[in-house]
């Protein structure tokens, strides 16, 4: 069983930065995949960035592309998600899952453990 704990949430105008942080423990970190879900009340979760095992590789939603970076300090068993230049659309609260899978999945269904999640709130 692997325990997910979000942070770095808040209320923040459009344009500012945000990073999120996702604390892992009961597992070994580093032979998960890790992604970044986010969810606003009524719509589908949506895959936001994911990042394979060692780092190496990365797959962004293109609403994101080039705004969020997600990375990952195994020694840490900790997960990231900086948020630059983020928009009243981002608004949302944000998961972080893991998977088992080599690659990284846009899938919810193919992620295995959940956070309980932390609102991102983006005024314009």
């Known amino acids: 069983q692997v325990q997910l704990v979000e942070s770095g949430g808040g209320l923040v105008q459009a344009g500012d930065s945000l990073r999120l942080s996702c604390a892992a423990s009961g597992g070994t970190f580093s032979s998960y995949t890790m992604g970044w879900f986010r969810q606003d009340p009524g719509k589908e979760r949506e895959f936001v960035a994911g990042?394979?095992?060692?780092?190496?590789?990365?797959v962004y939603a293109d609403s994101v592309e080039g705004r969020f970076t997600v990375s990952r300090d195994n020694a840490k068993s900790t997960l990231y998600l900086q948020m630059n230049s983020v928009k009243p659309e981002d608004t949302a609260v944000y998961y972080c899952?893991?998977?088992?899978?080599?690659?990284?999945?846009?899938?919810?269904?193919?992620?295995?453990?959940w956070g309980q999640g932390t609102q991102v709130t983006v005024s314009s």
């Open positions: 990042i394979s095992r060692i780092g190496s590789g990365t």
């Open positions: 899952t893991v998977s088992r899978r080599i690659w990284v999945s846009r899938v919810p269904d193919e992620y295995e453990y």
